[in-house]
């Protein structure tokens, strides 16, 4: 065999290990849910603080933000394959999307609503979620994350009303806000890199 | 000494490996991204995947997604099992190369 053909061999090897990565790597943006999330979670506590009416604030922005995330998400989706760790992470944020309407629901039509009870459930299931797709990512950020939103579960079982209701918009502001932008910018740097980095394969 | 392997000529075609190499990582994907990913042209991209589909590597699926059509292609069983042996007999190729 000759070099040349060595050569051409050698560049068929590496160019299956790239291509396979290249269809591996998770092209999609999920920044934009963590800071849309966090408004509806800010405009649902604000809602609920001025208006009398305030039984409709909850279900009525969550309900809304679950419409808007699955629009922008049906859209983008269109631009990308579907992959095991997309489906997987969708299936982990629509389970706990579910499961806390669910009982905040449950609770709240009971009439046993309790803002500790109520930012324990919250904090307990933000914490779990962000705590699996940080593993399956392998993202020590998202994990932290996760670790704040288990703490002010936890945490908020011991306050006043008042000091968990501050401390649940703190950990809004740092786990949804301000993760939220983090990732946007992270998934721009990415994007970039990746474009400039675009080869060209042709028969 | 032992015979050397020959590689499976659908394969070999560059665009039509990149194009299997990278539905073996993916479930499905759009004829668009296949696009962006390779570079290719449409006509190109279309004569080639349809090599690949008529082989039987590659499965496709016409549809609508919000009005707007939409072609999707995965790998089959097919398509994994002769991209492993085709990877193998690179591998057995090269390692003769270097042995020699």
């Given at each position: 065999?000759s070099?040349?053909?060595?050569?051409?061999?050698?560049?068929?090897l590496?160019l299956?290990?790239?291509m396979i990565a290249?269809?591996?790597?998770?092209?999609?943006s999920w920044?934009?849910?963590?800071v849309l999330?966090?408004v509806?979670?800010?405009i649902?506590?604000?809602?609920?603080?001025?208006?009398?009416?305030?039984y409709?604030?909850?279900?009525?922005?969550?309900i809304?933000?679950?419409v808007?995330?699955?629009?922008i998400a049906?859209?983008?989706?269109?631009r990308?394959?579907?992959?095991?760790i997309?489906?997987a992470?969708?299936?982990?944020?629509m389970?706990?999307?579910?499961?806390?309407?669910?009982?905040?629901?449950a609770i709240?039509?009971?009439?046993?609503?309790?803002?500790h009870?109520?930012?324990a459930?919250?904090?307990?299931?933000?914490?779990?979620?962000?705590?699996?797709?940080?593993?399956?990512l392998?993202?020590k950020m998202?994990?932290?994350c996760a670790?704040?939103?288990w703490?002010?579960?936890?945490?908020s079982?011991?306050?006043s009303?008042t000091q968990?209701?501050?401390?649940f918009?703190?950990?809004i502001?740092?786990c949804q806000?301000?993760f939220?932008i983090?990732?946007m910018?992270a998934?721009?740097r990415k994007?970039?890199g990746?474009?400039?980095?675009?080869?060209a394969?042709?028969a | 000494m032992?015979e050397?392997p020959?590689?499976?000529p659908?394969?070999?075609?560059?665009?039509r490996?990149?194009?299997l190499?990278?539905?073996?990582?993916?479930?499905?994907?759009e004829?668009?991204?296949l696009?962006?990913?390779?570079g290719?042209t449409d006509?190109?991209?279309?004569?080639q995947?349809?090599?690949?589909?008529?082989?039987?590597?590659?499965?496709?699926?016409?549809?609508?997604?919000?009005r707007k059509?939409q072609?999707?292609y995965?790998m089959?069983?097919a398509?994994?099992e002769?991209?492993?042996?085709?990877v193998?007999?690179?591998?057995?190729?090269?390692?003769?190369?270097i042995?020699?």
């Open positions: 065999m070099n040349v053909e060595e050569q051409e061999l050698k560049d068929r590496s299956i290990e790239s290249e269809g591996r790597r998770t092209t999609e920044g934009w849910t963590f999330w966090g509806a979670y800010y649902a506590i604000a809602w609920s603080a001025f208006d009398p009416h305030h409709t604030a909850w279900p009525v922005t969550m809304a933000a679950g808007l995330s699955s629009v049906s859209r983008t989706a269109a990308h394959p579907e992959t095991t997309g489906r992470m969708m299936a982990i944020w389970g706990m999307g579910i499961s806390m309407f669910i009982v905040m629901m709240g039509i009971s009439g046993r609503f309790e803002l009870v109520g930012v459930i919250v904090g307990a299931m933000l914490g779990a979620a962000n705590a699996t797709s940080s593993i399956i392998r993202w998202q994990f932290a670790l704040l939103w703490t002010t579960g936890a945490v079982c011991f306050l009303e968990a209701g501050i401390v918009l703190v950990a502001l740092f806000i301000v939220g983090y990732c910018f998934e721009s994007r970039k990746r474009s400039a980095g675009q080869g394969t042709h | 032992p050397l020959e590689l499976n659908v394969i070999h075609g560059k665009l490996l990149a194009l190499s990278l539905l073996s990582g993916v479930e499905e994907a004829f668009t991204w696009r962006f990913k390779t290719s006509g190109n991209l279309g004569a995947l349809l090599k690949l589909e008529e082989a039987g590597y590659v499965g496709v699926e016409k549809k609508f997604v919000q059509p072609t999707m995965r089959t069983d398509g994994r002769a991209l492993t042996a085709y193998q007999a690179l591998k057995q190729l090269l390692g003769a190369a042995g020699a």
